[in-house]
């Protein structure tokens, strides 16, 4: 009775760790970028911010005014979107956000979604 087994070398079994190392730290990445997306969408909405989402999912602080979310939601570009593996992660794409003027983390959020317009509120009630 005769045996059949694969058979590989161990050049292949190099080319195929390195294949799935690789696969394995864009995943890791893409990941981590979501995760800390969310922590920055909290961050925002702590400091007295808003955000809305595509499908036009407002989440905003209590003491954002009307008249700040009505104008951050007219848009000024055609809006991007994000990959589809961050989509099956749960990120999902934003359109607008509202940061108060004293948010020491501006830059950071505008690194981090670069989809999504931003508008700086002045703080008057």
Not at 46 to 63: D, P
């Amino acid at each position: 009775m005769r045996f059949c087994r694969f058979q590989f070398r161990l050049r292949t079994l190099l080319v195929g760790a390195i294949l799935f190392c690789v696969v394995g730290g864009w995943f890791g990445q893409q990941y981590r970028l979501v995760r800390k997306r969310e922590a920055l969408l909290s961050y925002i909405v702590k400091a007295g911010g808003f955000y809305v989402t595509r499908t036009m999912h407002i989440r905003a602080n209590q003491e954002v005014r009307w008249a700040d979310l009505n104008a951050a939601l007219t848009p000024t570009r055609p809006h991007g979107s994000i990959a589809q593996i961050r989509e099956c992660l749960g990120d999902e794409p934003i359109k607008a956000i509202g940061v108060p003027s004293s948010a020491s983390r501006l830059n950071e959020l505008r690194t981090a979604f670069p989809e999504a317009d931003f508008a700086v509120l002045d703080g008057k009630k």
